[in-house]
């Protein structure tokens, strides 16, 4: 349930409106930045990036905290989607039409974004090299959104900031869940020893 009415946002939405249609174009978007978008849907887009790096063994704990910042970011940013509530810009509009298929989830802040950062900065911690590779990637598909009609600016901006605070805590998160599963399996050794021992 919102705690914000849609009609909240109505003066912020119009602004922003009237911003991107002076400065950003309206026609049907380039197909490179349409096909980026739609395989960034559901995070496959750095999923499979993140399959990419690690096989190489050397960068696969690298590859493992993109994947754990990329899941952090997605689920904030569903519980904070549904908690503001905000609408999307009209559906009818023409760039907004390329799309194969509409999102139908609120608008703040930018999933595509959140993931799109959280990864990105996860993976520059470990090696700024890749991270400054992939940066690129991620700002195009961060421009996407508004380009595409299906975000307002602001909500590209909050998505960027969630999934910069996702890719930094990326580490110890992936660190705590390391030690945990390390701790569980040297319970089960333990238990699996006396069990042994019993017979």
Known sequence: ????????????????????????????????????NVAANGSRLWFGIAALLALRPSLRRTAAEGVVAALVAAGITQVVNRLIGRPRPPAEHPARRALPRQPVTPAFPSSHTAVAAAFTTAVARRSPALGAAL????LTLAYGRVRLRVHWPTDVLGGAV??????????????????????????????????????
């Open 135 to 138: 940066a690129p990637l991620a």
């Open 162 to 199: 969630l999934g910069t605070v996702a890719g930094r805590s990326a580490q110890g998160v992936a660190t705590g869940l390391r030690s945990r599963w390390s701790g569980l399996a040297r319970v089960r050794a333990r238990r699996a020893r006396a069990t042994g021992r019993g017979h």
């Open 1 to 36: 349930m919102p705690i914000f009415a849609a009609s909240t946002f109505a003066g912020l939405n119009r602004w922003e409106s009237g911003l991107v249609e002076r400065h950003v174009p309206a026609g049907p978007p380039p197909t490179p930045l349409l096909a980026v």
